[in-house]
């Protein structure tokens, strides 16, 4: 039987592989998946976490820092919803490159969280793997991580 460990090394790997195997997205998907981060983060600074859920696939992952993976939209909302109440303020992000691989694609990008005061409380990077469901991107694994190190929520 395998561990956990080992189940999340071996989908690491496989997102890695993917990844390589990927060739740039053409135009139309690349503006497709700019735009679904978008409407994330319109979403998300507009308290929408049944929004936020809504663009991830019926089995989508978010693997957020420091915390069990969120499996599914019910899940997914209810991680937003707890990440809204304890960070109150906006999230900036920026999609800085996406490729695609049929029916699979992943965008990187970079983000910003600012305070309610307005100050900048976290920025880090994120990887998100979308995939191609009735001929729309939907994102489908979804992770980040923060430049300024160890955070508590």
């Known amino acids: 039987m395998f561990s956990r460990k080992q189940i999340s090394c071996a989908l ?3 997102v890695v592989v993917a990844c390589l195997a990927a060739g740039p997205a053409s135009a139309d998907d690349a503006k497709d998946l700019t735009a ?3 409407a994330w983060q319109a979403a998300y600074n507009g308290g929408d976490a049944a ?6 696939s019926e089995d989508g992952t978010v693997m957020a820092p420091n915390m069990e993976a969120a499996k599914g939209r019910k899940a997914i909302e209810a991680l937003i919803k707890m990440d809204m109440a304890q960070n109150p303020g906006k999230l900036a992000v920026k ?4 490729e695609t691989s049929g029916e699979l694609a992943f965008a990187t990008g970079t ?8 100050s900048t409380v976290d920025k880090g990077k994120w990887l998100t793997v979308f995939k ?5 991107w939907m994102m489908h694994y979804d992770t980040w991580n923060s430049d300024l190190g ?4």
């Not at 929004?51 to 991830?56: R, S």
């Not at 983000?111 to 307005?118: I, L, M, N, R, S």
């Not at 191609?132 to 729309?136: N, Q, T």
């Open 95 to 98: 999609t800085v490159k996406t």
């Open 150 to 153: 160890m955070m508590k929520h």
């Open 111 to 118: 983000y910003t969280a600012t305070g309610a005061d307005g």
């Open 12 to 14: 690491a790997l496989a």
């Open 51 to 56: 929004g936020v859920a809504a663009l991830y």
């Open 36 to 38: 679904a981060s978008d």
């Open 132 to 136: 191609k469901v009735k001929g729309k």
